[in-house]
C-alpha cells in the first residue's frame, strides 16, 4: 500500500525545495531540530564522540554526519550521496526582452533538461540573490516567488502543422518565458528582485542587487495520483527523493554506528565544481573528522557509500528501449544499477550488501542494465568512488520521465528506500 506520510513529508520538502539553495536550506533546519549541530569550514572544529554535525559549501550542498559510539569511527562509516540539483531553466545576468508589447527574461538551460514539458506549465522564480545592503556591506538571501508569475506558450498547431511529426526546441528563441506586458520605460529586473527582498526580508535593507542565481520552476504541487494512488508525481524527484529518503534515514537511525550523508550540487553538470561530487567537499570534511592521513585511509577502506539517485522505469509504450530482463517497474523497491564500463560504481560485492540490507529489512529489490546497444548515464558514485577509494554501490527509485519537469514514481518506492537506507546507517557489519 502507498505510504501516505512519507508521501506528504517528501511532498512538503519538494514544494518547499525550488532549487539547491532551498533544498540545502531545509536539510539544515531538519537536522538543526533533531539536534545537529552546525559547523562553519572558516572555524576550528572541536568534534566530540557520539557528536552529531552538519556543513554546507555554497549553500547548495550539504554534509551531514554522526560519529556514532566512542571508537566507532576506526571500523568505518556508513555513507549515503545524493545531488540537490535537477534539469531547469536559468535566467540570464541580463535577461530582459521585449518583445511583441511583452516582457520576457532569456534563459539558460541548466542540465539535460526535457524541454517539451516546460511548455504551458505556470512558472515561478527562486534562487539566491547577492546585494549590496545601505551600509556598505555585501549580503546573500534566498527567494521565492512561489506564485506562478511566469509561462512559455505553445505555438498553436494551425501555425505548426508539423508539431506532432517532432519538436525541434531551440532554447534561445523558444524558450523565453513571458511574465507581463512591456512597459515604457523598460522594466528592471533587478529592481524586481529588489522588491521582492524588500517584501520577503523587511530587515534586510537591499540598497543594490549585484547578482543573482535564479532558475523558473513549475508551481504544481506534488501529488499521489493513480486509481488505486499508486503513483507519486511532481518535480525534481531527481533527485530530491534520494536527498529526503537519506535525511529521514539519517534521523530515524540508532546513531550507534558512524553515519554520513551527503547532498552535493552541480551533479547534472558533471559535479566539477567546488561543492559538487567532483570536488573537494568530502574528502576535506573527512580530513577534518580523521585528520592522520594513514588513518583516514584505513577508515575509508572499512566504509561503504550508497549512491542514490534514480533509476530508468521501464515504460509500458516503449519497453523496447530496456533489456528485456533489467526492466525496473514501479513500485517494485529500489533498483541496483550496473555497468561494466563503470558508468555505475557498482561492484558485485557492493551489490550483494545492499541487496542483502533489503533481504534484512523486507524491501523487495532490482537490477537496471541498460541495452548493450545504447548509451548509459551516470552518477555520483564513480566520482566518489574514484575519488575517495571507497567501495560504492549506485542505486536509484524507478522513475518515468527523467528530467521532465514533472517526474513520476511509485507511491511505494520512496518508503521502501528510506526503510533500507535506514538498515544500512544501523548496520553493524559492512562488507
Known amino acids: 500500500m502507498p505510504q501516505p506520510s512519507v508521501n506528504q513529508a517528501l511532498a512538503d520538502f519538494i514544494q ?3 532549487t539547491p539553495f532551498h533544498a540545502t536550506e531545509n536539510l539544515t533546519q531538519r537536522l538543526l531540530a533533531h539536534g545537529y549541530e552546525q559547523l562553519d569550514e572558516r572555524d576550528e572544529w572541536a568534534l566530540q564522540p557520539a557528536g552529531k554535525y552538519l556543513v554546507t559549501r555554497n549553500g547548495s550542498s550539504l554534509i551531514a554526519f554522526h560519529m ?3 571508537g566507532a569511527v576506526d571500523e568505518g562509516i556508513r555513507m549515503v550521496g545524493a545531488h540537490t540539483d535537477s534539469p531547469c531553466l536559468r ?3 541580463q535577461p530582459e526582452l521585449n518583445q511583441q508589447g511583452l516582457w520576457q527574461l532569456a534563459i539558460e538551460v541548466y542540465g539535460g533538461a526535457l524541454l517539451a514539458p516546460w511548455f504551458d506549465r505556470d512558472l515561478s522564480i527562486a534562487g539566491r540573490v547577492t546585494f549590496r545592503t545601505r ?7 534566498l527567494i521565492n516567488f512561489e ?3 511566469a509561462v512559455i506558450p505553445s505555438l498553436a498547431i494551425h501555425l505548426n502543422r508539423g508539431v506532432n511529426d517532432g519538436l525541434a526546441i531551440n532554447a534561445q528563441t523558444d524558450l523565453p518565458p513571458i511574465l507581463a506586458m512591456a512597459l515604457e520605460p523598460q522594466r528592471d529586473f533587478r529592481a524586481l528582485l529588489g522588491a521582492q527582498l524588500a517584501q520577503e526580508y523587511p530587515d534586510c535593507q537591499a540598497d543594490q542587487v549585484l547578482d543573482y542565481e535564479l532558475c523558473f520552476f513549475d508551481t504544481q504541487a506534488p501529488s499521489t495520483i493513480g486509481l488505486e494512488d499508486d503513483f507519486f508525481a511532481s518535480a525534481r524527484l ?5 536527498c529526503h529518503a537519506g535525511l529521514q534515514a539519517l534521523l530515524a537511525s540508532s546513531g550507534q554506528q558512524p553515519s554520513l550523508l551527503i547532498c552535493t550540487d552541480h551533479e547534472e553538470v558533471g559535479s566539477t565544481s567546488a561543492c559538487g561530487a567532483d570536488g573537494p567537499f568530502l574528502e576535506d570534511v573527512l580530513s577534518r573528522v580523521i585528520p592522520d592521513a594513514s588513518k583516514r585511509i584505513q577508515v575509508i577502506q572499512r566504509s561503504v557509500m550508497v549512491s542514490a539517485d534514480n533509476a530508468h522505469a521501464v515504460h509500458p509504450n516503449f519497453a523496447d528501449r530496456h533489456d528485456t530482463n533489467h526492466g525496473p517497474r514501479l513500485n517494485a523497491g529500489p533498483v541496483i544499477k550496473i555497468n561494466s564500463n563503470q558508468r555505475y560504481a557498482t561492484s558485485s560485492e557492493t551489490a550483494a550488501f545492499f541487496r542483502n540490507l533489503c533481504n534484512e529489512a523486507e524491501v523487495p529489490v532490482q537490477s537496471f542494465v541498460v541495452r548493450s546497444d545504447m548509451g548509459c548515464g551516470s552518477t555520483i558514485g564513480p566520482i566518489t568512488a574514484s575519488r575517495l577509494g571507497v567501495r560504492t554501490v549506485d ?3 524507478p522513475t518515468f520521465a527523467m528530467h521532465s519537469v514533472r517526474e513520476l514514481a511509485g507511491s511505494r518506492d520512496a518508503a521502501y528506500l528510506t526503510t533500507v537506507l535506514t538498515r544500512f546507517y544501523d548496520s553493524e557489519q559492512l562488507i
Open 135 to 141: 551600509e556598505g556591506k555585501l549580503d546573500s538571501r
Open 91 to 93: 535566467v540570464k545576468p
Open 395 to 397: 542505486v536509484g527509485v
Open 16 to 18: 518547499a525545495s525550488p
Open 147 to 149: 506564485r506562478p508569475i
Open 68 to 70: 556514532g559510539a566512542s
Open 238 to 242: 531527481d533527485n530530491l527523493l534520494s
